[in-house]
Structure formats: structure tokens, C-alpha cells
């Protein structure tokens, strides 16, 4: 009997693993991110959150390439694939230190740049100053500079900096994602 209830036991973890892919998937469909791109769905296996790195559990065997955007169900953008392996890829996250990309605040025509910081925070810079930005705006990819597709949430605006000085303004920006409940997520293989 206690080998039966051992594996009762396991296969209720099966099917209660397999219930949170089908709503991640169906929530997928629902914003219907597999008619703009072709997706392959991808496990996070590690998080590496003091270098700003994802793990996932596809390859190069899988058609994984350097430079694939990876988002979540809800079209949220994480970041790109970084040295894939055979069996396994590396996700550098748009926090990372190397990160940077084209974005536009959604709904307006202001364009600007986001850049990594680490430690899972953002800087908007090179938005001209007299343009009107907000705390709360939300940013989407650019097709600008062709790193990312377009449209994509990146961000959403916190305290704006601005200098009589220099030309720009910058704003902290903080990412869509919580680093913490990043299970199942996509990688775009084409747009």
C-alpha cells in the first residue's frame, strides 16, 4: 500500500505540473502571441538573478539560435538567448548589463533607449526633453534597430530624471516580469 499511495502521489505531481502548462499555454493562445510568432515552449531550469541570467531547457537540438527573443505567456519581453547548447540556453535578461534596445512609450510616438543595469532594473535614456514622459507609462519594443520584434511590453516608468543641461532625459524602468514565477515561458524562432 505505501508504494501504491508513493506512486498515486507522483503521478498527482504529474498531472497538477501538466494543468499549470495547459493554462500557460492557453493564456498564450488567448493573446494569441502564435499568430504574430512561431514559439517554442521552454522550461526555466536555474536563475542566476545576481548576474541577471535565465536557464531553459532547450537547444540548439531544437532550433534554438543565438539571439532569439524569449517572453512570457502575457507578451512580456525577458530577454535573448545567449551561447545555446545542445540540451540547454542561456537567457540573458533585458536587465543584463549588455542589454540594451529600441523602445516607444505604448500609444504615443516617443521613441528612446533602454539599457540593462543588473540586479533586475532598467534606465530609459535618450528621450528628448521636451517630451512629455510619465511615471506609469508603459514601453514596447521598437522595430528600430531590429534586436526585438515590435510591440513587445518591456517596462513600465518610474522616477524620471531630468537635467537643464543635457539634451535627454532618463526614468527608471522597471521590468514586467516577477524573476520568482518564471516557470514555462516562450522563445521566438520567428517574426
Same mark, same amino acid.
Given at each position: 500500500?505505501?508504494? @501504491?499511495?508513493?506512486? /498515486?502521489?507522483?503521478?498527482?505531481?504529474? /498531472? /497538477? @505540473?501538466?494543468?499549470? #502548462?495547459?493554462? &500557460? /499555454?492557453?493564456?498564450?493562445? %488567448?493573446?494569441?502571441?502564435? =499568430?504574430?510568432?512561431?514559439?517554442?515552449?521552454? +522550461? $526555466? *531550469?536555474?536563475?542566476?538573478?545576481?548576474?541577471?541570467?535565465?536557464?531553459?531547457?532547450? %537547444?540548439?537540438?531544437? !532550433?534554438?539560435? @543565438? !539571439?532569439?527573443?524569449? $517572453? &512570457?505567456?502575457?507578451?512580456?519581453?525577458?530577454?535573448?538567448?545567449?551561447?545555446?547548447? +545542445?540540451?540547454?540556453?542561456?537567457?540573458?535578461? *533585458?536587465?543584463?548589463?549588455?542589454?540594451?534596445?529600441?523602445?516607444?512609450?505604448?500609444?504615443?510616438?516617443?521613441?528612446?533607449? $533602454?539599457?540593462?543595469?543588473?540586479?533586475?532594473?532598467?534606465?530609459?535614456?535618450?528621450?528628448?526633453?521636451?517630451? #512629455?514622459?510619465? +511615471? !506609469?507609462?508603459?514601453? #514596447? &519594443?521598437?522595430?528600430?534597430?531590429? *534586436?526585438?520584434?515590435?510591440?513587445?511590453?518591456?517596462? =513600465?516608468?518610474?522616477?524620471?530624471?531630468?537635467?537643464?543641461?543635457?539634451?535627454?532625459?532618463?526614468? +527608471?524602468?522597471?521590468?514586467?516580469?516577477?524573476?520568482?514565477?518564471? !516557470? &514555462?515561458?516562450?522563445?521566438?524562432?520567428?517574426?
Amino acid at each position: 500500500l505505501l508504494i @501504491e499511495n508513493q506512486k /498515486l502521489l507522483a503521478e498527482i505531481t504529474k /498531472l /497538477l @505540473e501538466f494543468q499549470k #502548462e495547459n493554462e &500557460t /499555454l492557453r493564456k498564450a493562445l %488567448g493573446i494569441e502571441l502564435q =499568430k504574430d510568432f512561431t514559439l517554442l515552449f521552454v +522550461e $526555466v *531550469i536555474g536563475k542566476d538573478t545576481s548576474q541577471d541570467i535565465l536557464l531553459i531547457n532547450k %537547444g540548439l537540438k531544437d !532550433g534554438i539560435l @543565438e !539571439g532569439m527573443p524569449v $517572453v &512570457t505567456e502575457g507578451r512580456v519581453l525577458l530577454g535573448k538567448i545567449r551561447d545555446p547548447s +545542445e540540451n540547454f540556453s542561456k537567457v540573458l535578461l *533585458i536587465s543584463h548589463t549588455t542589454s540594451s534596445f529600441d523602445i516607444k512609450i505604448q500609444g504615443r510616438e516617443i521613441t528612446g533607449l $533602454v539599457k540593462g543595469k543588473g540586479d533586475l532594473k532598467l534606465l530609459l535614456d535618450l528621450v528628448l526633453k521636451d517630451q #512629455e514622459i510619465k +511615471e !506609469g507609462d508603459l514601453l #514596447e &519594443t521598437s522595430s528600430l534597430g531590429g *534586436i526585438f520584434p515590435k510591440g513587445i511590453l518591456a517596462g =513600465k516608468i518610474g522616477k524620471i530624471m531630468k537635467s537643464d543641461v543635457k539634451p535627454f532625459q532618463q526614468a +527608471e524602468v522597471s521590468p514586467l516580469f516577477e524573476i520568482s514565477k518564471l !516557470g &514555462t515561458v516562450f522563445v521566438i524562432t520567428r517574426y
